[in-house]
């Protein structure tokens, strides 16, 4: 079956440019994550989705970060104004959720981000 | 970002032998898990632990959440080269119930055949 997929999955910006990025969760997961990952070191978390909505932003690590997720479904996570410090992997995960967002979360390969 | 202390950082070792490997936390977690990563995937999840005390295998992996829930470690014996990888711990749940997962720093295992 088909597993949580990411796009692109490497992209090289210029400083200042905007950039998005693409989670499609496996089908029927409601809830919905993302994380950073700089290199070398553990996964850092982003954001945190059931559903639509995200009752848990608290990760996003400044007002230049979004991310919203539609249909219950694809997200897209925006970084605007890129710096070099944005330089990472940013990972998916998605789980079957519940109220307390629980379930073993899955997770996809990646968007490989490169900030010069 | 808050993470957890894992240790050791790295591990070179020879095929065959067994592998300690151990996190801590300063908070509470409800649950620990284990995930291994490869070069160029995402994490994949190993063993999950839902009970202070519980110790769990899964084939050649052994791990145990601690009893007052700031720990857990994970046991791998004898070893095999497709071992090789980086092993994270994760705690989840304690003081947030979005299930949102919190990173130890990894162990980068190598196995010399």
């Known amino acids: 079956g088909a ?8 992209k090289v910006t210029e400083k200042g440019k905007d950039v998005e990025l693409r989670c499609d969760p496996i089908s029927g997961h ?27 932003k608290s990760g996003l690590p400044s007002d230049r970060f979004s991310a919203e997720r539609t249909g219950e479904s694809v ?3 925006t970084i605007q104004r890129t710096q070099q410090e944005d ?14 967002g629980g379930g073993t979360q899955y997770f996809g390969p990646g968007t490989r981000l490169l900030v010069l | 970002g808050q993470q957890l202390n894992q240790s050791p950082q790295s591990m070179f070792i020879q095929e065959g032998e067994d592998v300690s490997m151990n996190c801590t936390s300063s908070s509470i977690f409800n649950t620990w ?14 063993i999950a632990l839902y009970k202070a005390g519980e110790l769990t295998s899964n084939g050649r992996l052994t791990a145990q959440f601690g009893i007052t829930r700031k720990d857990s470690f994970l046991n791998i014996s004898a070893s095999i080269p497709s071992d090789v990888g980086i092993y994270f711990c994760a705690g989840q749940g304690g003081s947030s119930n979005t299930g949102k997962l919190i990173f130890g720093q990894g162990t980068t295992l190598q196995v010399k055949p």
């Open chain 1, 87 to 100: 330089s990472a992997v940013y990972l998916c995960a998605s789980s079957l959720g519940g109220l307390a």
């Open chain 1, 3 to 10: 597993g949580v997929s990411q796009s692109p999955s490497n």
């Open chain 2, 33 to 46: 898990l284990w995930y291994k990563q490869d070069p160029g995937e995402g994490p994949v999840l190993l």
């Open chain 1, 30 to 56: 409601t809830a919905l994550y993302w994380y950073r990952q700089r290199l070398g070191q553990g996964l850092e978390f982003l954001i945190y989705f059931q559903g639509n909505s995200a009752p848990d």
């Open chain 1, 75 to 77: 997200s897209t996570l």
